[in-house]
């Protein structure tokens, strides 16, 4: 079956340093999209990537979907404290007419003040 | 807008009992997710609804895990016996619709201890 795998699984940094994430399917994907899970919370969804080498911004993050749409990754620029969470990237189920999403088993960034 | 409401919030049993969770999805989401996630791990689905029908149930372990979505709007996950491997956060999700790319909204979990 499908596999979406991300790297690393844990990330400490400084406060003003960036992070980035890096999540990779083991097929082709007609869209990723990407969750923060605060510690203690629930999945939030942050965004959808849909085009090859697609390219969106949030603020300081910054999410891209590779060219061969098998791989994806989020950058976050000058890390704050409030960026503490695990990070998931999250993926359709190929072929089928069922819609569901497979995901990562994220990424884990601290960051100390 | 209120979101995906879960009850109970946490809930400690012994292994072999029963327990059931409830889930109430946003007002008009017609598909229905509910997913466990191990500690450490990402979400696991578990089944899914659209509006009253099980859309797929693959991962999810019959023998012993059990879910509904009566009426299409609330539903329950029941499991009957629990194993200790069953401690984990179940979490429910809703979506508009099944099918093309929509963003899932997660309600806040049910953490399920096995004793």
């Known amino acids: 079956g499908q596999q979406v795998m991300q790297i690393p699984q844990y990330q400490h940094v400084q406060e003003g340093e960036d992070f980035t994430t890096y999540c990779n399917s083991s097929t082709t994907l007609s869209n990723i999209q990407w969750y923060k899970q605060r510690p203690g919370g629930h999945p939030v969804f942050l965004i959808q990537l849909v085009k090859s080498g697609e390219v969106k911004k949030q603020k300081r993050l910054t999410f891209q979907f590779g060219e061969a749409k098998k791989n994806s990754s989020l950058h976050i620029t000058a890390t704050q404290t409030t960026d503490v969470g695990t990070y998931f990237c999250?993926?359709?189920?190929?072929?089928?007419?069922?819609?569901?999403?497979?995901f990562g088993k994220g990424t884990l960034l601290t960051v100390n003040p | 807008e209120a979101g995906v409401a879960q009850s109970p919030r946490y809930k400690i049993i012994e292994k072999r009992q029963s327990v059931a969770f409830w889930c109430n999805p946003i007002?008009?989401?017609?598909?229905l997710y509910w997913y466990q996630q191990i500690l450490g791990q990402g979400p696991k689905l578990l089944i899914q609804?659209?509006?009253?029908?099980?859309?797929?149930d693959s991962q999810l372990p019959k023998d012993r895990f059990s879910a509904e979505r009566l009426k299409g709007v609330d539903s329950t996950l029941k499991i009957q016996p629990a194993k200790l491997e069953d401690s984990a956060v179940y979490l429910c999700?809703?979506?508009?619709?099944?099918?093309?790319?929509?963003?899932?909204?997660f309600g806040p979990g049910t953490r399920l201890t096995v004793l």
């Open positions: 007002s008009g989401h017609a598909t």
């Open positions: 999250a993926g359709p189920n190929s072929g089928g007419s069922n819609y569901k999403l497979t």
């Open positions: 609804f659209q509006n009253n029908g099980v859309v797929d």
């Open positions: 999700a809703s979506s508009p619709r099944t099918g093309g790319s929509n963003e899932q909204f």
